[in-house]
Every structure is written in C-alpha cells, then in structure tokens.
C-alpha cells in the first residue's frame, strides 16, 4: 500500500505525539490513556503505524534512500567552488581594509579566519536549505510496503514487523539540485565551521583584543592584563551560566550529558546574538535604503556631511589634544630617567610606537623639568602611560581617517554638484585624480561626467527603491514567521513555491540576498553608533587591529543567530512553525534556541516583532531628536539654528582644506617646472657645448640664479598666506600629522614611501 498523504500523515504524527505524551504522564500505565491510543489507531491504520514510528526515530531514512539513487551523481563541485571563492572574497576584503605587511601575523591569521568562517556560514547555508528541500521530496514521493500485523489476544496489543521502505518510480520525479552536497559533508563542516567560530569569538579574539590594549612591556605582562581585563566579561557570562544549569537541574525531567550541554551553550550564545540581532537590524533597515537614496542627491547630502565635518573636526582636534598631553608627560619621563636606568628601555618602547612627525612633534617641545616627581616614575607608571599612548594613538589614528575620507567624499560631491549643469558633458575635478595608464583609459572625463552627473542618480533612486522593498519583507516576515498556516512570511511563500517547481538555483540566489543584507543592516549600524565610536573600518589598509578584531568578534557572535532567524522566515524550523518537518542539517548541529521555555516560548518569536518599533523609531529619527534634545547636537531634517551654524562651520573648514591641497599643488607645480626647465637648459648646454652655461653664470652674477628666485618667490608667497590666514583663524601651521598632505599615505595602489609607519601593537609577541 502506499504512504498517506500530508495531510493525514500530519494527522497520524499528531495523534502519536499525543498518545506518547499520555502515556509520559501516567507512567507507562496504558489503562490512563485507551481513549488517547483508540484516537491514534483510528487516525494511524495498522498497516502503517510502525512505518510513522520508525520515521520519528530516525528522520534520515529517507535520505538514505536518496543518498541511494543520487550517488552516482553526487559531486563536490559547487560545494569546493564555493568554499574557494569565499576564500578570495574575504581576503580582498581584508587586504583592503587591514595591513598585511605592518599588522602581525597572529592578528591578520585569528580575523582571517574569523571573517572566512562567517562567510561560509552565509553562502553555503542556501545549498543545506536545497538538499533538505530535496530530502524531503524524496521523503514524500517514497512508497512503503509492510506485513499484515499479527495480532497478540494476550497482551490485547497489534504488534507490526518494521517494513521495508523501497523507492518508487515517483521518486524520479523530485529533481537533484544542481549544488547536491553529501550527507556526510555538511554535518562535519556545520561542526566545525560553527564551534570554531564561537571560539573565537567567545576566547581568542577579546584576548586579543585587551592584548592590543596593555601597557605591559613584555609578553607575560600583557597577557596577565588579558586574563584580568577579561575577568569581569567571563566572570557575568559564569554566573549566567551557573545559574541556567541551577534551573535546568532542579527539572526533574531533566538529565544532564555531553550533547545536552552543548546545546545549551549554543542556545544561550545564540539568543544573546539574536538580542543584538533585533537591535542593530531595526535600525540598519531603514539607514541602509535612505543612505542610498540621499547619496543620489549631492546638494542636500553636502550639508549633512558638512555638518559632520564640523563635528568630526572637533574630535579629531580633541584627540590631538589628548595625545599632545600624553606625549608631554612621555617627554618628561625621557628626561628625568637616565640612560643607565632599567625603565630607559620601557620609555624608549613607547616613544618607538608614534610614528616619526609625532616624534619630532614631541622633540620641539619645551617641557618643564618639575612636572614629574622621580617618585612618579616607576614601572607601574610607565605601563599606564604606554596604555594611555596606545589608546589615544588608535583614536588619534581614527580619527584622522575618517577625516580624510569626509573631505575626499566631500570634494566629490562638490565636483559633482559644480559639474552637473555643464554643457560640455566634460567632468573637470578639484584636483586631478592619481591614476595609471590603464585607468584613465577607462574613466574618461566624458565617461565620467555621465556616469557621476546623469546616471548615478537614477541608479542610486532605483537601487533604494529595492532595498525599501526588501527592508520591508524582511520586518514582514519578521513580524508573521511564526504563523505556519496560512503562511504569511513573504521568504516562506516564494521557498515553498520554488520547492514545488524544483528551483532550487533561485532558492539559492534569493537566500544569499537576504542574509548578506541582513548582514549589512546589522554591521554597518555598530560602526555608525556614536557610543561604539573607537572601532571603524577604513578602507586602503588604515585599519587598526583593534578594530579589525571587533570586526572578527561581531561577525563570529551575529552570523549563527541570524541564520538560524532566516530559517524561522522561510518556515525550515519545526520548533518554531510547531510542525513535524525534515531539518536541515544546521539546525541539526546548532540546535534550537528553546532550552528554557521562557526562551522558545517567547523571546524568540516575539522580540524579532520588536524590529518594528526599533525601524519605526528610525523613520522619525527619534533617536536623534532625543539625543538634540538632552544636548548632543544630531543633524536633523527640520534644520534649527545650532544645525545651520555647524553645517556652515564645516563648509568653512572644507574650504580651508581645499585651499591647503591647492596650495601643495601649486608649489609642486612650480618645483616641477624648475625641474622641467633645469633639464631643457642642461641638454642645450650639452649640445652648445657649454656656452649656456657661461651665460647663464655671468646672468647670476648680476640678478641671482632662476632657481633661487622661484624658491625665493614660493617663500615669500607662503609667509604672504600664512599671516592672512592667521588674521582670518587659518591654522595653516600644522604639523604634517594633522595635515591632508602630510606623510600618511591612502592611495589605492599603497606604495609606501617617507618615513616607516608606527610599530604595530603585536611586535613583542
């Protein structure tokens, strides 16, 4: 006979749960449950109740019969593509964000690593999704034959020989996806992919991260400062810990083993990271699509970035400050400690971290003799200052970054603004772009000028446009995921759909899609919250370590919960929908989030609804009227008088900064046609036979050499500019630390040249 429908094999599943159930309660006395079992019987006919019985205990039955039929064609192919190709994806991603030749070796391995596991998690979970769409094809399509039941007077109990499950020919008709993966392959790697993550994440990246932070000048030292720094952040995860086994052991029903416990250690780091989940994503939803539909427009986008300027500028000069009084106090310590004192060694470690203008910056500096006691210096007092030096040298760095990347997407803008009503359809920048050969091949002014002034607003308009529609999916979903009939979540519709049609190919693409921009959405709102402002990712390897490693962290902590969310919205969880269906393999290893019922009950189901308020709240800029209101200035739409005067601020100090680059460029210019004209004199006086020579000395005997007088004349030129720039507040003094042109180098190609950079925060290991 064949198996029963869904529909009655739900039946069946139901009353079997039921009677079970009955017979948990009652102890194994069967008198307690005959109405139960009757119910069971009726609904599950004999001839196959056992065959539901065996499919309970062993889910995978079924797939053994597909790893049957498919063996022959099963290939690894799409899996180790995928697997190499994420590879490459993260290790551009780091290269361009970290430094290879300056970071150390253990800290670009852990990030590398880091990065590359979560990457696979989110491109290789759509293939675990189609082969369980597969399975449970197979699953349905599979015909069942059985012996007739014998039947027990004595005991009053049908007893049924386990059957044979043989294949039909409408097994054919489910077709393998083009990316099959081995059974045996993704329980193995979900294992490995996952705990070694949460390793990660968990131990060796916060070690790391407090390592880049101590002040300890040797290795034990700083890894004693770990273990203490970390103390408090395990000492609370220990306690939680303790007090979730506390409740879990006073269950009765409850026994304690090796799975059990690593259930509940993924189950707690999963709901932790889904509590960050819900936060970051009900903001990022609706940043990401207005962020983009904003940078379509240059005009009302440069007075929120000048706005920024102006904020940003402040605390780039509060950095320099900051790191201006500890350098002072490092001087002092130079002076006061004599060369044959032990501690001469510390100070001369930290004075080899500043990068070299910050030394010289340090070295003009007059400081006096009695701002330190010889009682002050000690070891414990060097230690605190390297740490100090080390934080406000990673602030100082960030800073200077970030305010570099605001003037050059500035200056952009400006362009694009200034360029936009040109009927020559000629793109004429600010300054001309360093580019090769093959490059300005490529982007052509003309070329230019249609893409940055005609298309890139539309482009950008559109490509909102379908971020806002699938921002808005997503909180759908989100908000009715855990309805499994009639099904409402838009993912769970368009999954089922492609099930029924075999399109297993837009299953994929579709998933990809929606984690790596849910993926979005969460991580670019930790780098936008000004409370978590120490940690940005800048792009041309200026990236510090500690950022990259908080970049590692977050990705290890987030990426499991949100992809065991994404299988909530496309309805592959049976604990959350409560419906018996086949699981994919990842849920099989990460397990579920519902060790506590107060967790599968409600958190998870219920606090994902909380994106709504959290996106809702972003609409409105809630969070930046609040924070306008109790004195931190926030750039809003309807503009008071405090937004104008800063936005008008940061339009002045743009226009400093592009005078400073212009005026490098001119004097470059200048030196460069000296140059230029040296050589032209020198091959006429080669070909003359140095009759040009003898000119031209007898000229500089009476009116001084041409070189002399351009350089005469570029002085007289810069003192000219410098004391009106100071009558109107120009700091044109700078030193080359704080300046645009200064010896930092952000092209793209990263040549180094000028001085070495810092030592990295890792030399000593």
């Known amino acids: 006979m064949s198996f029963p429908d869904k529909e009655k094999r739900q039946k069946c599943w139901d009353s079997r749960d039921r009677y079970w159930e009955c017979l948990d309660k009652s102890g194994d006395q069967m008198e307690k449950c005959m109405e139960v079992r009757a119910v069971y019987e009726t609904t599950c006919p004999s001839q196959w109740c056992t065959v539901v019985h065996q499919l309970a205990l062993n889910s995978n039955l079924t797939a053994d019969v597909a790893h049957n039929y498919t063996a022959s064609k099963m290939t690894v192919g799409p899996l180790i593509t995928e697997i190499a190709c994420t590879f ?45 769409a597969y399975r449970q094809c197979v699953q349905e399509h ?18 049924t020989v386990i059957p044979h499950i043989i294949p039909s020919n409408e097994t054919s008709v489910c077709k393998l996806p083009w990316s099959y993966v081995p059974e045996n392959v993704l329980p193995q790697l979900w294992r490995v992919l996952y705990w070694t993550s949460q390793f990660l994440t968990w131990f060796v990246l916060p070690l790391m991260q407090s390592y880049t932070k101590a002040g300890d000048f040797t290795v034990k030292g700083k890894l004693k400062s770990s273990l203490i720094d970390n103390a408090i ?43 960050w989940l819900v936060l970051l994503l009900g903001y990022g939803l609706v940043d990401i699509p207005r962020s983009v539909w904003r940078s379509a427009i240059p005009g009302p986008l440069l007075s929120r970035l000048y706005f920024k300027a102006a904020k940003l500028n402040a605390e780039k000069s509060e950095a320099e400050e900051n790191l201006e009084d500890y350098l002072e106090a490092l001087q002092v310590a130079l002076t006061r400690i004599p060369p044959s004192d032990p501690l001469r060694k510390n100070a001369e470690t930290i004075s080899d971290k500043l990068p070299l203008e910050w030394r010289e910056r340090m070295k003009r500096k007059s400081v006096s003799s009695n701002q330190m006691n010889d009682s002050d210096l000690n070891e414990k007092s060097l230690v605190r200052l390297h740490r100090q030096v080390i934080r406000a040298l990673q602030r100082q760095h960030r800073t200077e970054t970030q305010w570099y990347n605001l003037v050059e997407k500035i200056f952009d803008l400006e362009d694009v603004h200034r360029n936009i009503g040109s009927h020559e359809h000629y793109f004429k920048p600010s300054f001309e772009p360093v580019r090769s050969s093959w490059q300005a091949r490529i982007r052509s002014p003309t070329l230019e000028w249609y893409w940055k002034c005609l298309l890139r607003r539309y482009v950008c308009q559109g490509l909102a446009m379908v971020l806002a529609l699938l ?64 940690y940005y990712l800048a792009p041309h390897h200026q990236t510090d370590e500690y950022s990259l490693i908080f970049s590692g962290m977050l990705l290890c902590r987030l990426t499991p919960p949100m992809c065991l969310n994404f299988l909530g919205l ?29 967790i599968s009950d409600g958190f998870n189901i219920y606090f994902p609804m909380a994106i709504l308020g959290l996106c809702l709240a972003t609409y409105f800029s809630l969070g930046a009227r609040f924070l306008t209101f109790v004195g931190f200035q926030q750039f809003v739409d309807d503009e008071d008088d405090i937004t104008a005067d800063l936005a008008e601020e940061g339009r002045e100090l743009i226009k400093r900064e592009k005078r400073k680059r212009q005026r490098a460029e001119d004097s470059e210019s200048r030196r460069r046609n000296v140059d230029v004209n040296n050589f032209g004199r020198a091959e006429r006086n080669r070909e003359t036979g140095g009759l040009l020579v003898k000119r031209e000395s007898s000229r500089s005997e009476l009116f001084g050499s041409t070189s002399d007088n351009i350089s005469n004349e570029d002085d007289r030129y810069d003192q000219l500019f410098m004391q009106a720039s100071r009558r109107i507040g120009d700091d044109v003094g700078s030193t080359p630390a704080t300046s645009l042109t200064g010896s930092t180098d952000y092209r793209s190609s990263y040549t180094r040249s000028g001085p070495a950079p810092p030592r990295n925060f890792f030399d000593d290991v």
């Open 88 to 132: 490459i994806v993260a290790a551009s991603i780091l290269y361009r964000y970290g430094d290879w030749f300056r970071h150390h070796i253990i800290v670009t391995l852990s990030v590398l690593v880091a990065w590359y596991f979560s990457f696979l998690i989110i491109f290789i979970l759509p293939l675990d999704v189609t082969s369980t």
């Open 471 to 534: 921002s808005v999916l997503v909180v759908w979903s989100e908000l009715t995921f855990f309805n499994a009939s009639p099904v409402l979540s838009i993912f769970a519709i368009f999954v089922n759909l492609a099930k029924e049609y075999y399109d297993y190919l837009s299953i994929e693409l579709v998933s990809i899609a929606t984690i790596a921009y849910m993926c979005v959405c969460a991580y670019s709102t930790v780098l936008k919250i000004r409370v978590l402002n120490l």
């Open 570 to 598: 496309i309805h592959m969880d049976s604990h959350i929908i409560k419906a018996r269906l086949m699981e994919t393999y990842y849920t099989q290893i990460m397990g579920h989030m519902d060790v506590l019922p107060i």
């Open 142 to 159: 599979t015909l069942y034959t059985a012996e007739e039941p014998r039947s027990n007077e004595t005991a009053n109990i049908s007893t």
């Open 233 to 275: 952040y395990y000492g609370s995860y220990l306690v939680i810990a303790t007090i979730l086994l506390i409740y879990l052991a006073a269950k009765p029903d409850f026994e304690f083993d090796w799975p059990k416990l690593k259930a509940i250690a993924a189950s707690a780091s999963n709901t932790w990271g889904l509590f």
